[in-house]
């Protein structure tokens, strides 16, 4: 079973360590877990950027399971890249999985940021814009495709001290991904 290890953790100051312990924890499960830091870039070409999404696009089309770190990222919801490799994943019928670590609703996290009105039983941010309020831990396409191809959002109950070093709700996915 190859794993995909998709997340904002290759952002992180310690991205290459928190990747040595993800692959390991798949290991201990009978999983090979690929990382997107894994791949032989060289980050100082004119095209690394798209050496970076090929490397990712090939490391995707090799596993047969995605597990996401959907923790919000700059902003309320998971990082863009993220999502669009979950996308990726459940477009082409892989198993997929993911974990959010900030256990509040997409609404709660909006209002983190921005005042939130009630304009007529409609929500609104600050600029007017819709706010989506399904009682959702993040956007409905995000929970509705892990539903559907694999299994529901995995969060802790509170969050973690740390967001980003807290490989516990990951574990929890690796865990149900093996039961498959």
Wanted: with cysteine.
């Amino acid at each position: 079973m190859n794993i995909y290890l998709a997340g904002p953790d290759v952002f992180l100051p310690n991205a290459t360590e928190i990747g040595r312990q993800k692959v390991a924890l798949c290991k201990r499960h009978g999983a090979r877990g690929f990382f997107p830091l894994d791949n032989a870039i060289d980050i100082n070409a004119g095209d690394a950027s798209r050496q970076i999404f090929h490397g990712n696009e090939a490391m995707m089309n090799h596993c047969d399971i995605i597990i996401a770190n959907l923790t919000p990222f700059r902003g309320p919801s998971a990082d863009a890249g993220t999502v669009f490799e979950l996308g990726y994943m459940a477009g082409h019928g892989k198993l997929c999985f993911g974990y959010c670590n900030d256990p509040a609703l997409y609404l709660d996290r909006v209002r983190r940021m921005t005042e939130v009105t009630d304009r007529d039983g409609h929500l609104v941010d600050a600029d007017g814009l819709t706010v989506e309020n399904f009682g959702l831990a993040d956007n409905l396409m995000m929970i509705h495709a892990l539903d559907l191809y694999g299994a529901p959002m995995i969060f802790p109950r509170e969050a973690p001290q740390d967001l980003w070093q807290d490989l516990t709700s990951f574990e929890a996915c690796l865990k149900l991904a093996a039961s498959y």
